[in-house]
């Protein structure tokens, strides 16, 4: 089944929408649109009576609230609707239950901080799932790649549709999380003279038939609008 982005003609680009619970990661510079991206993602769920879940170590729920405020795609609907719940990594209650302050060795920490966040999203039975961003897993695993990739490998095989927001600003230079994901999309921007021109590009949709183009994106009332005839030299 395909799951659609609320992004209607980036939906067009992948066959109709991302394939079901499966990840895929975000990447792009900064302001290139990933938190809207996201934003998009979760409003689509949760107007449609899907339980969504945004996990930040960026925004709070207030900020991102007032940030997608001039947007009219609904996402204050969806935040008051019952199904968009918010963690954000340095509140309290977040600590508490991803754990920290385990007497544990380093490993099994890791495995606790992994079990903990699942079984949360077990439980709440979320269908959309969104980590903004790896940055996260950097501060809960500071210079542990393989506990990273254990993590990623878990959050793989949970039910729930995952966005994995990846900040990167050299597009040659692949990270895990790239290699590990069922889908990789990237955003650009660049400064030119005539000011910001935005893109927006499948790097690897596992599945699916793409092609890596990259196509035009502007930020309208109605947030992210792709142009798929308009494509962009990389
Ligand atoms: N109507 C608008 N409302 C809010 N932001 C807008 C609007 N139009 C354009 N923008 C721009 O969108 C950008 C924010 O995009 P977003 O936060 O999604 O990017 P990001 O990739 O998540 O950035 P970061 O890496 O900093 O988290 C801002 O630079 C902002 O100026
Ligand atoms: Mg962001």
């Known amino acids: ?27 792009g510079p900064p302001g290139s649109g990933k938190t ?40 204050d609907r969806a935040v008051e609707s019952s199904n968009l719940e918010f963690l954000n990594v340095f509140d309290t209650n977040t600590k508490r239950l991803l754990g920290g302050g385990d007497n544990a060795d380093f490993a099994t ?12 999203i077990n439980s709440r039975g979320i269908d959309r799932l969104v980590i903004d961003s790896t940055m996260i897993l950097q501060y809960f ?6 506990a990273f990739i254990q993590f990623l490998t878990s959050l793989k095989r949970i039910d729930a549709t995952t966005l994995l927001i990846s900040e990167m600003t050299d597009p040659s230079s692949y990270a895990d999380e790239h290699y590990i994901s069922h889908g990789v999309v990237f955003l650009h921007n660049y400064l030119e003279s005539t000011g910001m021109t935005r893109g927006v590009q499948i790097i690897k949709m596992r599945g699916t038939n793409i092609d890596s183009d990259i196509r035009e994106v502007e930020f309208s009332d109605d947030g992210l609008q792709v142009f798929p005839d308009r494509k962009l030299q990389g």
């Open 109 to 120: 920490g890791v495995k606790n901080m992994t079990n903990r966040l699942v079984s949360f």
């Open 141 to 146: 695993f500071p210079d542990s790649e393989e």
């Open 36 to 75: 809207t991206f996201s934003a998009h993602f979760v409003t689509q769920g949760a107007l449609a009576g899907e339980r969504c879940l945004f996990l930040s170590m960026h925004e709070a729920k207030s900020e991102l609230k007032h940030d997608m405020s001039s947007y009219e795609f609904g996402f």
């Open 1 to 27: 089944m395909r799951v659609s982005t609320g992004i209607p003609r980036f939906d067009s680009l992948v066959d109709g929408g991302l394939l079901e619970n499966r990840m895929y990661v975000l990447s």
